[in-house]
């Protein structure tokens, strides 16, 4: 179920995802938002950045199609970037303060993913409100209501805003939605009339639930980062992850615990360094350092 600073959303003409995320992107309450959004500076995030010139020095980093779920105590900010036509979403419970963030690329992911994405943070009680930020961050076309009217919507970011909006709805949990920054709201063009995204990631303040546009670099964007950008593409060719998000993040250990996927083999085939990567069928575990950064255990 789909909230709006308190109230219930039904449009009257809400049978299809679409029809309610259309609606959902003209109400006055998230316009405003989404413009407050646009107009604030983009954080840029390096392990200095975060390390050195902040007190935040705990950040977990999720990449495509992963998602975590972080417990405030342990976390001081979530987020991810890289995405295109991808969505980011942030959903957080006000009572216990538990933060779960997803980087979906694709609708057939939305019904379990935000399943997964809701393991820890909703509660027993069907009444509590959780705040849910959903920032997506490309949009090919430049208004939401013209590609209402194109016949072919595979690929671009439309059909999975639609998705999930419709999930939420359908979902028996309260969902506020707090920022819809999405399609139109967060395109840009050149010169040449080619769209690209104003901002291609965000973080979370666990302590305060704030979202902020940000990016990552190199140093941020970790532990593991090329296994588990291979992870992402092996994944579509693994049967266990199939319509499901990636897990790579342990809650209660505040750990990163990278399990092992099928290859193909040709690729193996083609490159024998990348054997070495997964020698045995356990995972990789990374665990926090004093710092906040990670180590391999």
Known sequence: MIYVRGVPFAPADSSQGMDTLIALMEHPVLVSASNS???MAEKKLSVSEISVRSKISK???????????VDPSLVDIVGTDEATTCVGIAIRNCKSG????????????????????????????????????????HAVQ??????????????????????????????????????????????????EGIAYPIFHGFVMETS????????????????????????VTASFEDPNWDGRLLDTYDTKTDHFVIAPC??????????????????????RVFKRTADGNWTKQ
């Open 37 to 39: 959004f646009k107009s």
């Open 98 to 137: 538990m933060i779960s963030v997803a980087h979906m690329d694709f609708p057939n992911v939305v019904d379990v993913g935000l399943s997964q994405m809701l393991a820890l943070v909703a509660d027993e009680d069907s009444d509590a409100l959780l705040d849910g930020v959903t920032v997506q961050l």
């Open 142 to 191: 430049h208004s939401y209501l013209a590609m209402k009217s194109q016949t072919k919507l595979e690929g671009y970011s439309y059909p999975l805003c639609a998705k999930i909006i419709e999930t939420l709805r359908n979902r028996s949990e309260k969902f506020q939605i707090q920022t819809l920054h999405v399609l139109g709201r967060n395109t840009k063009w050149d010169s």
């Open 208 to 231: 305060t639930g704030s979202v902020i546009p940000a990016s990552f670099d190199g140093t941020s964007r970790c532990p593991d980062e090329i296994v588990r950008r291979i992870r």
């Open 59 to 69: 950040w977990v980093y999720i990449f495509q199609r992963e998602f975590a779920i």
């Open 262 to 283: 099928a290859w193909k083999w040709d690729y193996l085939i083609k490159h024998p360094d990348w054997r070495e990567t997964f020698p045995s069928k356990q995972p």
